[in-house]
């Protein structure tokens, strides 16, 4: 029984043969998926959308509109949500009948603050991927610099090498 080191490649290389002498021979990728697909059994969808509070049937808290200030809204959701909190205590003290309405209350504060932070994903992770890419030509451009000084090491070693080839 023998075995491979590596795998034989999938049967679809036999479209790619002619690659290298025609690029333009390839066949050219599937357009991208729109709209729902199936993916393990569970269906995705490709619109990336972020419902509404007012469609989960929870009250918004912070304004509505393109131009909220999400720090000043999330800093004064957090004091909401300490208000609460610091009110159940009091009300479990004194009145423990009426905790299902602040719990309520603690619920919503915490289903506002948590949309809030899901509709600052987007722009999470474009600067994610901007970072990422300025880490990567920060990396290109310092692999390029020493391929040049490597390159200028090696020309002067050579040249020296002739120098002394000459000289004897």
Sequence with gaps: MSSASYPPPPPFYRLYKNYSQDPNSAPSPPPPIEGTYICFGATHTTDNVLPSLEEQGVRQLYPKGPNVDYKKELRSLVGELLLHLLELADILIQRPSQFARRVEEIS???????HLLNSMRPHQARATLIHIMELQIQRRKEALEDIKRRREESQKLLNESLAALDGN
């Design 108 to 114: 919503t504060v915490y289903k506002n603050m948590h």
